[in-house]
């Protein structure tokens, strides 16, 4: 049998809502880990520990990419196929999880992604196939290979949060893996605080993420656009219009647009220099 830590990274986490998400997947997993970055209720989260769960206080925030990588050097030590990677904010449907498992059918596959459910706009992303081959993947609800994450350095520290899943596909794309996509297997989570707001009967979706997180979101898509335009300039293109219309949605829609404009412009300025 295939050993399959999970792990959660965790910022001042909804209780409920992380009870929700462990309960999701606690049947499939041989451990879990739940990695806290320095959370005002980190005393709460002792009270899941037990047998199979294992609480990790960091004493600062480390970010997503860093804390990942906690848990998948954690994974290999203890000889872990598998990570499955949470957000604190997701969870499963019921009965779906373990057809990540079943993706698994040869070596070059390195991540099995769920189909996408938003809570908010209730958007879903899914494949025509039981399982089908796609470009990149969000973390939460992935299921990687340990062994191949490993044998590309892991995470990428350097971009902290926003975009270390999308940096880490691009990475194994460039060294022959795949990303397989489960039609089957489906994810229930929380692009930020979600809402869909319409210009002539056409959708856009507001995330409504804060100026810090615009900052990193900025700052990460410029450091993608340095690195692998060359290696994937379609999907780079691509990207570029989907930056364009998310500014365009933020000028639009959101609060505080100014402020997240000026922390989108410093995220560019040092996506390209300090970077």
């Not at 320095?38 to 047998?51: A, H, Q, R, T, V």
């Not at 206080?57 to 906690?70: C, H, K, P, Q, W």
């Not at 498992?101 to 494949?127: H, Q, R």
């Not at 809402?195 to 900052?215: A, L």
Request: glycine fraction near 4%; proline fraction near 2%; aromatic fraction near 16%.
């Amino acid at each position: 049998m295939k050993k399959i830590l999970g792990i959660i990274i965790t910022y001042n986490p909804d209780i409920i809502l992380l009870n929700k998400n462990i309960s999701s997947f606690i049947d499939i997993a041989d451990e879990i880990l739940i990695i806290d970055n320095n959370s005002i209720n980190k005393i709460e989260l002792l009270s899941f520990e037990n047998n199979k769960i294992k609480v990790v206080n960091n004493e600062r925030n480390l970010g997503i990419a860093e804390g990942l990588n906690i848990g998948l050097n954690y994974a290999h030590q203890n000889r872990f196929d598998y990570i499955l990677t949470m957000d604190q904010d997701s969870y499963f449907e019921k009965n779906t999880v373990s057809y990540l498992i079943t993706g698994f059918n040869e070596e070059s596959i390195a991540i099995v992604c769920p189909s996408l459910k938003d809570m908010n706009s209730n958007n879903f992303n899914s494949v025509a196939q039981i399982y089908e081959e796609i470009f990149v993947a969000i973390t939460s609800g992935c299921l990687c290979s340990v062994r191949h994450l490993k044998s590309i350095g892991g995470f990428n520290i350097k971009l902290f949060i926003d975009y270390v899943d999308f940096e880490l596909c691009l990475r194994l794309q460039k060294s022959g893996y795949k990303i397989l996509q489960s039609q089957k297997s489906v994810l229930c989570h929380q692009l930020g605080d979600s809402r869909i707001e319409y210009i002539f009967n056409i959708p856009f979706i507001c995330t409504n993420h804060s100026p810090f997180r615009r900052f990193y979101y900025a700052r990460n898509k410029v450091y993608i656009y340095k690195n692998y335009f060359f290696s994937f300039p379609i999907f780079i293109l691509r990207d570029i219009g989907s930056f364009f219309k998310t500014i365009f949605i933020i000028l639009f829609f959101e609060k505080f647009r100014a402020e997240k404009f000026k922390m989108i412009c410093k995220g560019i300025w040092h996506g390209l220099f300090y970077i």
